[in-house]
């Protein structure tokens, strides 16, 4: 069974490039435009992971996670910062706020799907050729 994947993204470019990566190499896809919507979809869909932009309407990235862990059914679900705020320090800052995993824009298509797929529990990992 395919691990369903939340991609919270306003940036309609970012969304589809994450949603093309992730839905070819296998996952299923949910996505939302703004935090509000993305609390909805985890709360209706139970995704195995979140990918989140920081910056959303609505809710920014920062107000999502803090909502899902405090949430029991939602808490243990990874939640990875995807943003192209990439200061120093701010990984940190991430990662204090409730975040399991933060990676900065532009990504790198050729390594974002084994970037993401470290956060899933193995049996929820794709097998790709040669792995």
């Known amino acids: 069974m395919a ?3 939340l991609i919270a993204e306003d940036h309609p470019a970012s969304l ?17 435009e703004d935090g509000e919507a993305a609390l909805d979809l985890a709360r ?19 107000e999502v996670v803090g909502q899902l862990k405090r949430e029991p059914a939602l808490a ?3 939640v990875v910062a995807v943003t192209a705020f990439s200061m120093i320090g701010d990984r940190e800052q991430v990662l204090a706020a409730g ?9 790198e298509p ?13 049996s929820l990992r794709q097998q790709h050729g040669g792995r």
Do not use: W
């Open 99 to 107: 975040f399991d995993g933060y990676l900065s824009k532009p990504i």
């Open 44 to 62: 209706h869909h139970t995704p195995d992971l979140i990918i989140c932009d920081l910056q959303m309407p609505k809710k920014n990235g920062y």
């Open 3 to 5: 691990a369903r994947i």
């Open 16 to 32: 589809e490039l994450l949603r093309y990566l992730l839905s070819a190499n296998g996952y299923e896809i949910l996505s939302a």
């Open 76 to 78: 243990a679900i990874p």
């Open 110 to 122: 050729e390594e974002f799907v084994a970037s993401i797929e470290q956060y899933l529990p193995p």
